[in-house]
């Protein structure tokens, strides 16, 4: 296996432990088929460490024994909501955009009753990347005007060495980001805020919206209704901030880090029935188009495909992402690390020191105790 993680169960178990006392009330809601245990370690790891105190995961289909007893440990911490949910067999981008309209509706309505200041929709195979290293998720998702319910982030796109198989999928030196020419989606993603008085709708995986645009009668309005108060406003460009992003941070996509993740989803893709509005969506993404086809060609085929859209060489310099790499992304894992394991416990098994990572205290969840993670 090439590469390996530099972060252990225990330490996501520490950053967990750390997310009861001190972070801010913000979520992350995702909608997951079987990701591996080691990116999922590093995924949570990441996004705990950098002040997200609350998970809601719809998780489909089967869940393997590690990776099941490591979402028990999560949920015991009180990081994470999960819900079990079985996938119909269609696949491709639009079966996949309504499951997680369900999944984010879900998450929203959790969300309010707990009293969260915002959820972020984010992907298992994505990292929000404030900037500034001391800045939180909730520094992140604040307004910049009255009325404003969704804050949008542009989204970079990595490019890897090759590897067979990998355990470091997010914490690889070399790793290189490209912002423009990108082989999937360039629409950024989105945090949804739930303080603003204002109700907030699912609008597709990357905005949400002041308005259900995806189910207009179930706001107890006829659709001819919905649309006149919609183009009122200005469309989603009145609430979900189209087309500006955040200047304060970037979503990371990580898009099959190794050859095996790539064939596990790129098969899937070709298991299942496919709408005939999916065929837009791959004449639009001719690296969807092309990795759906080399499923069925020989294995020096496939891995020349992957090599073609997922690795090195670096972009070009037009297309190189500047502000952050690989190293960058590892330096701060390390650094979240270190912070972890220098913590001390008291005799009742208690944190017995406060981290510096990125936090707010809010009311949310008040006095609760961390649990001393197991060994």
């Known amino acids: 296996m090439a590469g390996r993680s530099p972060i252990t169960s225990n330490d996501v178990f520490l950053a967990a432990a750390h997310a009861h006392r001190n972070s801010a009330a913000v979520g992350i809601v995702m909608c997951c088929k079987a990701c591996t245990f080691s990116r999922l370690r590093e995924w949570f790891f990441f996004h705990l460490c950098s002040g997200v105190s609350l998970f809601f995961v719809r998780w489909e289909d089967e869940?393997?024994?590690?990776?099941?007893?490591?979402?028990?440990?999560?949920?015991?911490?009180?990081v994470l909501v999960l819900e079990r949910a079985k996938s119909a067999g269609e696949?491709?981008?639009?079966?996949?955009?309504?499951?997680?309209?369900?999944?984010?509706?879900?998450?929203?309505?959790?969300?309010r009753q707990k009293g969260l200041h915002a959820l972020y929709h984010l992907d298992d195979d994505e990292l929000l990347w404030p900037f500034d290293k001391r800045?939180?998720?909730?520094?992140?998702?604040?307004?910049?005007?009255?009325?404003?319910?969704?804050?949008r982030f542009e989204n970079v796109e990595a490019v890897f060495e090759f590897s067979e198989r990998t355990s470091a999928h997010?914490?690889?030196?070399?790793?290189?980001?490209r912002g423009?020419?990108?082989?999937?989606?360039?629409?950024?993603?989105?945090?949804?805020?739930?303080?603003?008085?204002?109700?907030?709708?699912?609008?597709?995986?990357?905005?949400?919206?002041?308005?259900?645009?995806?189910?207009?009668?179930?706001?107890?309005?006829?659709?001819?209704?919905?649309?006149?108060?919609?183009?009122?406003?200005?469309?989603?460009?009145?609430?979900?901030?189209?087309?500006?992003y955040s200047r304060l941070g970037v979503v990371l996509h990580f898009e099959a880090p190794d050859f095996a993740d790539w064939v596990k989803k790129f098969r899937w893709?070709?298991?299942?029935?496919?709408?005939?509005?999916?065929?837009?969506?791959?004449?639009i993404f001719p690296y969807k188009a092309e990795s759906i086809a080399a499923m069925g060609g020989s294995r020096q085929h496939q891995e020349n495909v992957y090599r073609k859209w997922r690795c090195l060489p670096r972009p070009s310099r037009e297309h190189r992402y500047h502000r952050v790499s690989g190293v960058d992304v590892l330096a701060r894992m390390l650094d979240f690390r270190r912070g972890l394991r220098s913590i001390g416990w008291d005799r009742k098994g208690?944190?017995?020191?406060?981290?510096?990572?990125?936090?707010?205290?809010?009311?949310a969840n008040p006095g609760r105790v961390a649990k001393k993670p197991t060994k």
Do not use: M
């Open 63 to 78: 869940l393997d024994t590690k990776v099941a007893q490591f979402l028990r440990e999560l949920q015991t911490n009180g």
């Open 180 to 244: 423009w020419d990108l082989c999937s989606y360039g629409n950024g993603k989105s945090a949804a805020l739930l303080q603003t008085g204002h109700d907030v709708y699912f609008c597709g995986p990357h905005a949400f919206c002041r308005y259900d645009e995806n189910h207009p009668p179930c706001c107890g309005r006829e659709k001819i209704e919905f649309e006149r108060d919609h183009q009122a406003v200005g469309g989603c460009s009145a609430c979900c901030g189209r087309p500006q």
């Open 91 to 111: 696949c491709g981008s639009t079966a996949l955009i309504n499951r997680q309209a369900a999944c984010v509706a879900w998450a929203l309505d959790q969300g």
């Open 350 to 363: 208690r944190l017995s020191c406060r981290l510096t990572f990125p936090s707010k205290t809010t009311k």
């Open 170 to 177: 997010f914490s690889r030196s070399a790793t290189s980001f």
């Open 269 to 283: 893709q070709v298991s299942g029935t496919r709408p005939v509005v999916d065929g837009e969506q791959l004449a």
């Open 135 to 151: 800045s939180s998720a909730y520094d992140l998702a604040q307004p910049s005007r009255a009325g404003q319910v969704c804050v």
